[in-house]
Nanobody, 127 residues
Framework: QVQLVASGGGLVQPGDSLRLSCAASGFTLDNWSITWFRQAPGKEREGVSCISTKGGSTYYADSVKGRFTISRDNAKNTVYLQMNSLKPEDTALYYC????????????????????WGQGTQVTVSS
């Protein structure tokens, strides 16, 4: 059974950092790409970042470029999202998602492209 568990969210101040984790079970992460999404209240789910197998390719939404870094540790079956210089507009429920391909699709930021989802972890940026 494919499962993704997102963790690491919390309440931080503007300018702070957080690292989110997406732990996979029931399958070997090595061969699958992983994408982080987020959804703020009243807004559509937004693709944040995608990483291909072995981390060879990474993609970011314009809103997080230069601040967020996606990485993976296949030995730990985990993908990370390092979030620096956090802003109030980064406040959202963050999800990780995957489908059984090793690359980030051209429409990686589209939630309909994904078969499997984690439960989400809340990130709140507020002073």
């Amino acid at each position: 059974q494919v499962q993704l568990v997102a963790s690491g969210g919390g309440l931080v101040q503007p300018g702070d950092s957080l690292r989110l984790s997406c732990a996979a079970s029931g399958f070997t992460l090595d061969n699958w790409s992983i994408t982080w999404f987020r959804q703020a209240p009243g807004k559509e789910r937004e693709g944040v970042s995608c990483i291909s197998t072995k981390g060879g390719s990474t993609y970011y939404a314009d809103s997080v470029k230069g601040r967020f870094t996606i990485s993976r540790d296949n030995a730990k079956n985990t993908v990370y999202l390092q979030m620096n210089s956090l802003k109030p507009e980064d406040t959202a429920l963050y999800y990780c998602a995957t489908d059984p391909v090793g690359f980030c699709r051209s429409n990686w930021y589209t939630s309909a492209a994904y078969q499997y989802w984690g439960q989400g972890t809340q990130v709140t940026v507020s002073s």
